[in-house]
């Protein structure tokens, strides 16, 4: 009664991946495990709700172009070896931007509570900009901190939080560097941004909300037009697969994990040995550089930060400034 028999959906993944680049049919898969075409067909269906993307063809069959890559709370907590960031942990499918919600949550969370989507439909990047949230491809996240800092260090915590997405790529293998204020870039093209956004009273910070956007398994054509030729992510820098995905609990848990040593230290030490890792992660201190700003330009070279987070450029002159808000380019 081959009919009546359950297909394991895991079982068609396995077939469809050692199929590689080939297509199997609807015929092969069926016989292989014992169960009709159409059974076969639903479960494909399944699978593709997962975010598996299968592409079938007439007369071909079917072809596995990527895998899924789950998230759930379960998934971020199993494994984060966290102490208290995270402990308070939301998960969304679909949001429109983890900020906002994160925004709504904070005076009634508790410090280290975290807000992670799958999606977003409105993803905020910094200078009114927009960040690009593909279902299922990125990390998209959002840490509610309190601080017991001046509302005037806080920039201090955008630097500090660019060193733990740095760091958090290097334990997979990927080299990136830091791009003031917030970038990170490898080989030049972007591939994580932080927007800090803060509530305070005048000499009380009341909460940060730490928003992150990490490209993880966004192949090219993942990217909108206009920003293919400028952003990479995890899986292109690594020249992985296509059907390979990264998964994003560990990426998750190895960030807060850095982002809470980090913060420790900052506690404890202050700005000072953040100063210098920004330092070293940055691939400005040195460069001729071009800062365009609301209202002009300036021309020099990147000599450091400030303990404000504020950009320090020396020009031709010998005067340095420092820049707090602007847009840089190397020369
Ligand atoms: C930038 O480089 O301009 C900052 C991008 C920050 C994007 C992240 S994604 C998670 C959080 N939610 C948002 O809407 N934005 C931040």
Redesign the pocket.
Known sequence: MAHSKQVDSSEIIHMLEAAGQGYLSGQTLAEALGVSRTAIWKQVQGLKSEGYEIVSVTNRGYKLMRKADPLSVEAIREGLETEALGCALFYFDSVD???AIAKEKAPISPHGTVVVANK?TN????LG?S?H?PHGLGV???LIVKPNISPAQSPQLTLLTAIAVVDTLAKFGVDAGIKWP??CLVAGKKIS???TEMAADADQIQHVII???LNVNHSAHDFTAEITPIVTSMKMSLGLENATMIPRSEVIQVFLLEWEKLFALYLREGFAPIKEKWELRSNIVGRNIKVTMMKRELYGVAIGVTEAGALLVKDSQERVEAVFSGDIQFL
């Open positions: 931007s983890t900020q977003q993803g905020k990047g910094r900009r960040w949230s998209y996240m959002s917030n970038d941004g932080v927007l928003g992150v956007g």
